[in-house]
């Protein structure tokens, strides 16, 4: 698809990113001549589109709408200040409905035959809310402080036949509801379905009256609870006559005072509708830390011993060859030294590798350490979506960077397109997974299509931050970047590699490199896969960062012994190998995740089905990405300090 690109727009844009770098670059001295001497490289390809920019109005436009975006997603709805007066109407809104185990399967909560107003007024969302499925409106409720109500009467429905069946298939479907009360969601299911075996009956029940608990301290809300199975209406299951089924909504409010739960507190105690947080998982982390422990330990001694051997071997040979005065062939790792930093194919593809998977260790890091500082709570909602896509646009630059700097140090020329390459490793696959996921919420009416003010809003965010912080770090990149250091010169002629048994083939390279990093995490796998696709709320944070560390810490040991292997049998394609290897870690990643939905999981349905398989292959390639760079740089540095410390001809 990028090669289909006119040659000639490609070689423009490589000479206006030249002049760009210019400007940038630490050696360049900027003057009025070589400032104006800069053309618009693109007139042959779009002729109206006036190209004459410098990298600080670049700049600057980026954080200017950065700015713009961080005020639109960090809105906090700073015009409702919690405090109420006696009689004050306390805001209510609906948002939505969804079966309870496909946790990303919603709808909107007036798509159900249920009180609804003339004319449906939505809540302005945050970005994070909008990615998260949520679509307020206001609701019919009127809740006024501290003002208790009975059994009032909310509306009257009359439902046809389509309708009764469409509620009885959300019934059948355990679906819930969830409302926002001052800023809390308060939870809880549209009906039960009553069904036995001897003597076959089945009975679907709605429950058409709530039953509001609200505790308050002084003039502030600290809790809301609900109770929805006090009346139950059994839906028929005949309605050949047409006559509609009316059904008459009903809500009572009971005001509490509660002096034992602050305001900075409120929802982080009392019962939750959703399973309770995770407890501290000690017997997981103890097993994990020790197998990094003994691993480290192990890989480490039997280096180290191998190394030292094989230097003093290699010493030896050289004194018996110069006293001889014969030169015998050298064996091993040694015996390479000529080909072991001669460049890899595909250097385009495998720096943007490495500049991705640089830049997503930046982001679970900043995330991580963002939630250990207790910025996502209850209160935010959608606060971590929108994060993620602000951090990633962020740490765009970082991409960019070690993407070029690599590419120039390999000798690479076409520094132009492999900015383009490296925006377009995770870009482009993400954009064709999330096209699957939001055409098919769309065909299904589901809340987790992105209306298109949201799309516009992300394309904006990567078009005006994330690709041109890409662009500006590719050019620093290019200009920090000094020669490759290579302990070893390279001869022209590739030496011929020798067959290598099974055992050391890349099938077998792959399984361990992949499945002993998976070993180490597989049972932080199943909270974090509960947290995302379930209903577990995930507080472990710390616990995370550690888990972070190990599974870095295996994969780095993994890849320098399987490295070692390789060079051993004189196989000197260690480049592209070291990605593979401990990137392969993402397949094992894929197939719990099938394991997890056919064994683990309740989920089921299209839309569910689709997101699921979509955004955890998605998940898979970043661990591919991240654990592929991590690899690889550990293997290059571990290859430069054996050839380093190895004494040649």
Partial sequence: MLDDIDPLCTAHLSKYLDS?????????????SSSSSISTPFSS?????????????LLAAAAAVLLLVLAAASVTHASESHKFNDGEQVPMYVNKIGPYFNLHETYHYYSLPVCRPEKIKHRVLTLGEVLDGDRMAEALYMIKFKQNLVNEQLCTVKMNAEEVEKMASAIEDLYY???????????????????????????VLLWPHLDFVIEYNGNQIVAVAVDEKTVEVELPGDMSDGKPFEVTFTYSVVWKENTGIQFSKRGLSGKSFFPGTFEIHWLSIINSAVLVLLL???VTTILARTLRKDFARYARDDEIDVDEGDVTEDQGWKIIHSDVFRFPPYRSLLCAILGNGVQFLTLCFSLVALAMMGVFNVHRHGSMNAALVLVYALTCGVNGYVSNLFYKQLEGQKWAWNIVVTSCVFSVPFFIMWSIVNSTAWYMGSTQALPATTIIIIMLIWLCVGFPLTVMGGIMGKNHAGAFEAPCRTKNIPREIPSAPLYRSLPIHL?????????AISV????????????????????????????????????????????????YRWWWRSIFSSGFTGVFVFAYAVFYYRVRSNMSGTLQTVQYFCYTSLVCYIF???????????????????????KLD
């Fill in 45 to 57: 390809c779009i002729p109206p589109l006036r190209c004459r920019m410098a990298a600080q109005p």
């Fill in 296 to 298: 480290t330990g192990f």
């Fill in 524 to 571: 932080e796998l199943y909270y974090i896969f509960a947290t995302l696709w379930g209903r577990e709320h995930y507080t472990l944070w710390g616990v995370l960062m550690l888990v972070l560390f190990i599974l870095l810490a295996v994969t780095v040991c993994i890849s320098v012994t399987l490295t070692y292997f390789l060079l051993n049998a004189e196989d």
């Fill in 624 to 646: 591919f990405l991240t654990l592929g760079t991590v690899g690889f740089l550990s293997s290059l540095s571990f290859t430069r300090y054996i050839y380093k410390n190895l």
């Fill in 20 to 32: 760009l770098s210019s400007l940038s670059s630490p050696n360049s001295h900027s003057s009025s």
């Fill in 177 to 203: 509801f969830e409302f926002i009360i001052d800023d809390m969601p308060v939870r809880g299911f549209v009906g039960q379905l009553d069904e036995q075996v001897l003597p076959h009956t089945h009975r």
């Fill in 511 to 519: 399984v361990v490199g992949g499945f002993l990093p998976f070993s």
